[in-house]
């Protein structure tokens, strides 16, 4: 399944119906075969939870408001994801593509994907649905979330925050996200340093060559962000933005201008400010700068020796 978007599957007003489904159990360990999913093509498939008479829809994803239908081969297992490292507000609902509806499959599947990473819809999102109470119900009753987790959520929910379904929440150093070039990307932060967990919004606006003219005017590529080493940051605490992949070309704005310059984006590499420097970010010592700023949330990113290893590639 390509990391790229195909067009053709932009939802229609005369996408086909999909059949209802019933999930009992999204544990991994307690699937049924009755919780097996086709979403092949589907616009926004209503899903059963438990013994509900009503439905929750769920949606593959929007990009410049238009809604796209779930990609073909999309057969397998909701699922709930939170490692037991990780913040309790980064548990996220997954879907598991499988050969069969034999739940023995699902240790042999794959992970649906959305521009490169695992499609999910966070549980800060799920848990604000106006119809989340059967979900809720059996969240709790196979131990995937305490009633506190739920309660961090109800009280995050109550501060500002723009989580939505398919919001891209971060809380580590190395964890990738999808960033379309741009003029600004806007990313969620998990806050863990105080008594209760909390998000906080960050917008990074992108290098112009002016007020009218961004560096990159489209494409897109999937990154993470980490730490500084670079020697002239030494003694700084700077977060700069490493590139994990290309995901759609990037088309640069043509060099028209005898005296421009600008940087290659390179798999591998820092995303760049000019020729010669990196785009970073310094988290200010000055507590009385921080909350002025579009990214003081991203010093509450924190590095998880657990993780190494398990956010790039993407697991199956």
Known sequence: MSDVLDKSMIARP????????????????????ECYLDFSHARRPHVYYGTATYSN????GRVHQQQYRFPEGTHGFLYYHSPEWAPRL??????????????????????????????????????????????????????LV?????????????????????????????QPFHMKLGWVFKLCVINTSGDKESTVDVLWWL???????????????ICCFEL????EHEGTRSIVIRVLKVVEPI???????????????????????????VIRY?????????????KWGLRYLKEYPEAVGSFWPPSP
């Open 146 to 174: 305490s009633k506190d987790t739920l309660l961090a959520c109800d009280k995050s929910a109550t501060l500002r925050s723009g989580v939505y379904g398919s919001s891209r929440l971060i809380y580590a150093f190395g």
């Open 251 to 277: 088309i640069r704005t043509p060099q028209d201008v005898s005296d421009l310059h600008l940087p290659e984006i390179v798999e591998g590499g820092l995303l760049m400010k000019n020729m010669t420097e």
């Open 90 to 143: 980064a548990g996220q609902l997954r879907f598991r593509i499988t050969s069969s509806p034999n739940p023995a499959s699902f240790s042999s599947g794959t992970d649906l994907k959305w521009h490169g990473i695992p499609w999910q819809r966070p549980l800060l999102a799920l848990s604000r649905l106006r119809d989340f109470d059967a979900m809720e119900d059996i969240l709790l009753r196979d131990g």
């Open 207 to 221: 290098p112009r060559i002016d007020v009218r003219k961004p560096m990159y005017p489209n494409g897109s590529a």
């Open 228 to 231: 500084s080493k670079l020697p």
């Open 14 to 33: 005369q996408a086909g119906a999909h059949q209802n489904s019933s999930v009992s159990s999204l544990h991994p360990k307690l699937i049924t075969r």
């Open 282 to 294: 310094e988290v200010p010592e000055d507590e009385k700068r921080i909350h002025v700023l579009d």
């Open 57 to 60: 829809l769920v949606d593959y």
